[in-house]
């Protein structure tokens, strides 16, 4: 099967980079837009800007947790490594906020906690795998997203904060990131399903066949499709009861959001290879997020 003119050829390593470049953006105009609104509007309006090229991190880091649950090994080691930071922020953030006040800053300016979203697909996509009774328990993480959606709509809604759900132990995404998240998983045996004539034809086997840039080309396409719908979904619902001046079910901010969709072309051009690999790399993926943020918090508390 013909590979030359397959455009899949970014390593998972440089699709993690994007992710990482454009989210620490995302947090900088996130803090840029609370600092100067009203203030200064030509560095409201920059922060306006990163905040939208930010938008392409989620979809990303969704796809490597289904990434990560398909090929690894110790699935449920690579739940508990996302759970541990999501609690020890969630931790670190509770006594920064609540112990330490700081007038500067306020819990409203931390929309959530990555890793809350990102356990939380993980631990969906392992229980997905599970057998039996067992797989049945993938209906409570997606139950506890349905709920935080809910929570964050009723407070969008009703303009009211509900304390003892801060927003940085929900998942930010909720069940929009989890249904992308999903798509990406079932990219695969959608994929396979698809692929079955093509192989049966070329007369190769499935596992050969998977190895090649024609199938990852399938995937991404199949993961893409979801993700494009969930977002058309998701824009739809926040024209629900909008006025000029007010949406009430825009709990996603999906002005800003619907820039998600480009992150359709790095994933596009995925070629299903991990790419630099090291132990080193890999504390990095997971502590350059509460890094980062420690940094711009001081940053702008100065």
């Known amino acids: 099967m013909p590979e030359k003119n397959s455009p899949?050829?970014?390593?998972?390593f440089v699709i993690k980079i994007i992710g990482f470049l454009t989210m620490t953006l995302d947090h900088i105009g996130l803090f840029v837009m609370n600092r100067y609104f009203g203030d200064n509007p030509s560095l409201y309006q920059m922060g306006y800007v990163f905040r939208c090229i930010g938008r392409i991190a989620m979809p990303?880091?969704?796809?490597?947790?289904?990434?990560?649950?398909?090929?690894?090994?110790?699935?449920?080691?690579?739940?508990?490594?996302?759970?541990?930071?999501?609690?020890?922020?969630s931790l670190g953030l509770t006594i920064y906020f609540y112990a330490i006040p700081n007038p500067a800053l306020d819990p409203s300016q931390i929309e959530g906690n990555a890793f809350a979203d990102l356990s939380l697909l993980a631990l969906t996509l392992i229980l997905f795998r599970q057998r039996g009774w067992r797989k049945a328990l993938s209906a409570?993480?997606?139950?506890?997203?349905i709920f935080s959606y809910v929570i964050t709509t009723y407070e969008r809604a009703n303009l009211v904060t509900i304390t003892w759900f801060p927003a940085y132990i929900?998942?930010?995404?909720?069940?929009?990131?989890?249904?992308i998240g999903i798509g990406f998983y079932f990219a695969y045996p959608i994929a396979n399903r698809i692929s079955?004539?093509?192989?049966?034809?070329?007369?190769?086997?499935?596992?050969?066949?998977?190895?090649?840039?024609s199938y990852r080309k399938i995937v991404n396409l199949v993961g893409l499709a979801f993700f494009f719908f969930i977002g058309v979904v998701f824009w739809g619902i926040s024209y629900i009861g909008y006025t000029s001046s007010f949406?009430?079910?825009?709990?996603?901010?999906?002005q800003i959001q619907s820039y998600m969709l480009l992150a359709i072309i790095p994933i596009y051009?995925?070629?299903?290879?991990?790419?630099?690999?090291?132990k080193a790399m890999r504390y990095i993926t997971y502590f350059?997020?509460?890094?980062?943020?420690a940094i711009i918090f001081l940053a702008f508390s100065l």
Do not use: C, N
């Open 140 to 145: 409570l993480p997606i139950a506890f997203a």
């Open 288 to 293: 350059y997020y509460p890094v980062h943020l």
């Open 60 to 89: 990303i880091f969704a796809l490597f947790i289904a990434e990560g649950v398909v090929h690894t090994h110790r699935p449920w080691r690579y739940f508990f490594r996302l759970l541990a930071m999501h609690l020890a922020i």
């Open 170 to 179: 929900r998942p930010g995404y909720s069940i929009m990131g989890l249904l």
């Open 247 to 254: 949406r009430p079910y825009d709990t996603y901010w999906m």
């Open 8 to 12: 899949q050829v970014l390593s998972g």
């Open 196 to 213: 079955k004539p093509l192989v049966e034809g070329a007369g190769i086997s499935m596992e050969a066949y998977q190895e090649t840039k």
């Open 269 to 278: 051009f995925y070629s299903g290879k991990r790419g630099y690999d090291s």
